[in-house]
């Protein structure tokens, strides 16, 4: 009999483990806690919220909002726990972290299919195998992940840029120019005079910052600095780094402008842009004031905040199929965190894709991708479509979807109607299943 392994009982791997046996297919979940601990989680139970107890949004007019109603539909674990246990929060979907655990594991325990092996994986097990070991994987088995993937491709830590929905940035300030007119033109530039980088500058240098951990020495000792932090150096680090303006010229005027924020295409389909060289520690509130300083981000909608975490991650868009499998081995699947996915719900949401393709692989059906219209088939897509050389991880948002057409330039009516179109997508596609 066909067993299927899954690494990590977080919220990807418990995730997993349910659709995998619920679709009558054994499973062996190895989990390492209590017996080796990660610097973040204090229980031995499955599905530990390490930080908030928020699941963030509940509500349609949000991505992760539509992501746990798609969920639902697709008998999620995670989400049927977290419902089973809310705590009042406005619209967002919170709960008691010690019931919310305690409910998975018991769930996820009991099942008559599940055997839970409490160790720590070292070697990448062969056979059906889900990895789900999260963005603490232990030092063993990230060294063997480094040596799958191959050094350079797997990452200890995101020192993310900020991205931005297309559609939110005001056409008429920005222009698309490369530097020196080299190549194609690939970037929107926003410049800007004297008196607004002062402005800017400013803000940025005063801004409130996340306290500062112990694994970031060693970010910035690779030279990754944030941007707040380059900028304390002086006013010139900027003007000669990140927002050099020299071969910026607008075309409008023919003139350099003081300063030039420039961002970079971050999806296929060109509905993100990320601000280039903006990685940073800003709190989210004083984040977004101090962007929407910059001429042409006024409105900026934020789909990712800059973060800078201790996060384990591989290079999914070399790595892994839409269907969360390693291309070069087809009984191997990726969950979680570890695949470039941002967030509780989005870990748990590929945890449930990943365990759905992993009993169709045992039992030799065709493998899943979702619709990219669905908030599900969006974050697939993404991770596996985003440019391999500046990856970073993503939350759920719907900037990532399809957009609609013609148009809609009212935000609230663009996000109901995307939200509808992926609901129903999801549907259709559950009854065929
Ligand atoms: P996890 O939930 O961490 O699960 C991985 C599991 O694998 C763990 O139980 C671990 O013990 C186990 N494991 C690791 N290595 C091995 C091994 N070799 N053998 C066996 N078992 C192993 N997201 C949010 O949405 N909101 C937040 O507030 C938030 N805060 C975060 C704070 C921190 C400090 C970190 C690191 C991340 C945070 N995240 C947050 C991001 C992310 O959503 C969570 O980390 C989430 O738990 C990821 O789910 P996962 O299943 O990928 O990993």
Redesign the pocket.
């Known amino acids: 009999e066909t067993k299927v392994n899954v ?9 997993a483990a349910w659709q995998i046996a619920k679709a009558n297919i054994p499973v062996r979940l ?4 209590p017996v ?6 204090h229980t031995d139970k ?7 107890n ?3 949004s509940n509500a349609l007019s949000n991505a992760v909002g539509v992501l746990k109603e798609e969920m639902r539909k697709l008998d999620s674990v995670i989400i049927q726990s977290a419902d089973d246990c809310a705590v009042p929060a406005g619209g967002a979907l919170a709960v008691d972290r010690h019931e919310f655990a305690n409910l998975v594991t018991e769930r996820v325990k009991n099942h008559p299919l599940v055997e839970v092996i409490a ?4 070697e990448i097990p062969e056979g059906p195998t889900v990895i ?7 030092e ?2 990230s060294k063997q992940l480094k040596e799958l993937t191959g050094e350079e491709y797997l990452y200890f830590y995101d020192a993310a840029a900020p991205i931005i929905e297309v559609e939110s940035i005001d056409r008429e300030k920005v222009y698309l120019k490369s530097r020196y007119d080299k190549g194609d033109a690939a970037y929107l530039n926003c410049p800007m005079n004297e008196e607004e980088f002062d402005r800017f500058y400013e803000a940025l240098i005063s801004a409130e910052t996340v306290p500062l951990k112990e694994f970031e020495k060693e970010i910035f000792f690779e030279g990754c600095m944030p941007i707040e932090v380059l900028a304390k150096r002086g006013k010139k680090t900027l003007l000669f780094g990140p927002m050099k303006p020299v071969g910026l010229e607008d075309p409008k005027t023919g003139k350099r402008p003081y300063a030039v924020v420039q961002l970079r295409q971050d999806n296929q389909s060109g509905t993100l842009y990320n601000i280039v060289g903006f990685q940073t520690h800003l709190k989210w509130g004083p984040q977004k004031e101090v962007l929407q300083l910059i001429p042409g981000l006024e409105q900026a909608e934020i789909v990712r905040y800059g973060v800078m ?3 384990t991650f591989i290079n999914s868009p070399k790595f892994l199929l839409p269907t969360y499998q390693y291309k070069g081995r087809e009984d191997l699947f990726f ?4 695949t470039g ?8 949401a ?2 449930l894709l990943a365990g759905m393709n992993a009993v169709r692989y045992v039992t030799g059906r065709e493998q899943i991708v979702l619709p990219p219209e669905t908030i599900l088939g969006s974050m697939a897509n993404y991770i596996t479509t985003a440019n391999e050389k500046n990856f970073q991880p993503m939350n759920a948002n719907f900037g990532l979807l399809p957009p609609i057409e013609p148009r809609i330039k009212n935000k609230k009516e663009r996000y109901e109607q995307l939200a509808t179109r992926a609901l129903d997508t999801i549907q259709n596609f559950s009854k065929r299943l």
């Open positions: 690494v990590g009982a977080g919220l990807a791997g418990s995730e190895f989990e390492m806690r080796k601990n990660t610097p973040a989680h499955f599905a530990e919220l390490v930080c908030s928020s699941l963030r160790e720590e994986v070292t789900a070991s999260g963005p603490l994987t232990s063993a088995l975490h201790r996060n969950a979680g965190q570890i996915v941002e967030g509780y719900v989005e870990s748990a590929s945890g």
